[in-house]
């Protein structure tokens, strides 16, 4: 049965993944961005145990695209940075269904797979707080508060360990890698493109080896 909300902040695409543009380049890094945020939530959707995505952006250009996939956009009325937008999505999603299964996620797993997203917050269900490594594990990519429980979140950085010390439980599955491989780097990328990526970040990427930057 479909039970959990998941929030998926994206920043203006202008401004979306800064540390990849040395791999990548400026200009095809927004597009870059976009790609792995419509794969990501077009796999989040497609996961069984998903209700419903509420992305939060300030980009029109994204959250006309995301819409289309069937996700909710929310205004990122704090503008107050990451773990800011997280709580005021995980707020809008509650005032409308205050019992929901809350769930953050990285909008940067262009590999992400339904039944691996599946696993991860079949396993969070069972504690008020949980919480998913990043594939280098210093990071997370995932934090799910269960009903009447408030998200708490504290992305960026060494947020593994702060998730930890705030009392949430730590998801230790192994064979989830698609949902620990986020984005930020070169190398993160080809770690993605490894364990196979989404269709249209696949797409992007050839695009952009048909028609390399200038």
Not at 194 to 206: E, K
Request: a positive charge; proline letters at 8%; hydrophobic letters at 50%.
């Amino acid at each position: 049965m479909a039970h959990w909300s998941l929030v998926v902040p994206l920043k203006p695409l202008v401004l979306a993944k800064s540390r990849l543009a040395p791999a990548a380049g400026d200009r095809l890094r927004p597009h870059l961005a976009l790609a792995f945020a419509l794969d990501t939530v077009a796999a989040a959707l497609a996961c069984p145990v998903v209700r419903d995505v509420a992305v939060v952006t300030d980009d029109p250009v994204a959250g006309s695209e995301l819409a289309a996939l069937g996700a909710r956009i929310v205004a990122d009325r704090p503008a107050a940075g990451l773990n800011a937008a997280l709580a005021h999505g995980a707020r809008t999603v509650r005032r409308a269904r205050p019992a929901a299964a809350v769930a953050a996620l990285n909008a940067d797993l262009p590999a992400l797979r339904p039944w691996e997203l599946a696993r991860v917050l079949g396993y969070a269900r069972v504690f008020p707080r949980a919480f998913l490594p990043d594939a280098a594990g210093i990071g997370t990519t995932l934090l799910a508060a269960g009903p009447g429980t408030e998200l708490l979140p504290g992305f960026g950085g060494r947020s593994r360990h702060r998730h930890s010390a705030s009392g949430a439980a730590e998801i230790p599955l192994t064979g989830v890698d698609s949902v620990r491989q986020d984005v930020d780097t070169g190398d993160d990328l080809m770690a993605a493109m490894a364990l196979g990526v989404g269709p249209r970040t696949a797409a992007r990427l050839d695009s952009a080896a048909r028609t390399p930057d200038r």
